[in-house]
């Protein structure tokens, strides 16, 4: 009997992020209630209350969710960066191009992170949270960078901060635009050659740390 109620549980919530992510799509954080998510799920409101305290508290099991195909990425690109930091890096810009482009519901979160999220009132923490992991995976990024330096891929002097800059705006760019319009060209033939042309900036002529 535990079982099935642990299982009816998590059903419940499934379903009620389920909903929530087509809602929020549809109308937006900031004009999606609660009582819209539990209706849209067939539920009533107390159930959503059972597995969510706010609404920003779905919104972010809902990004936590969508992300975690990424973190996992991010793990085993640490562990392959040893050897080879430039082709694990590549191979991270690949994935995240081509799993967005291959995941619908990858899609509808980022496109509510990026367009329909108003960075407004209890969101705000939601987005402070977000934001902080990101800068651990810039952090991340930042330590691959420093080994293909050290392993000579990289010019000695090249400018980290700024070249882990540059490809934080070429995904997050990359992304955002191609949502816009997401049957304007196949990103997920596209991601390789797309990649491969800053890979060959970085690599020919990264940016430099000017030297006074």
Not at 13 to 41: C, P, R, S
Not at 144 to 169: C, E, H, M, W, Y
Request: glycine share 4%.
């Amino acid at each position: 009997m535990a079982r099935k109620t642990k299982e009816d549980a998590e059903h419940t919530y499934a379903a009620l992020l389920e909903a929530a992510e087509q809602m929020f799509f549809d109308k937006g954080v900031a004009h999606t209630t609660l009582n819209d998510i539990a209706a849209a799920a067939g539920m009533t409101r107390g159930a959503i209350y059972w597995h969510f305290k706010d609404k920003a508290d779905v919104l972010q099991a809902l990004i936590a969710q969508a992300m975690l195909p990424m973190e996992a990425m991010l793990v085993e690109l640490d562990v392959c960066a040893d050897t080879n930091p430039l082709a694990a890096l590549r191979q991270m810009c690949v994935r995240a191009l081509t799993t967005l482009a291959g995941s619908p519901r990858q899609q509808r979160v980022f496109s509510i992170m990026f367009f329909k999220c108003e960075n407004i009132g209890e969101v705000v923490t939601v987005m402070e949270n977000k934001l902080a992991r990101r800068d651990e995976c810039f952090t991340q990024i930042q330590g691959i960078l420093v080994r293909a330096v050290n392993n000579g891929q990289l010019p000695a002097d090249t400018d980290v901060l700024l070249s882990q800059k540059i490809i934080n705006f070429f995904i997050a760019g990359t992304m955002r635009e191609w949502l816009l319009s997401p049957h304007s060209f196949s990103l997920e033939t596209a991601a390789p050659s797309m990649v491969d042309m800053v890979m060959a900036g970085l690599q020919t002529n990264p940016p430099r740390v000017q030297r006074s």
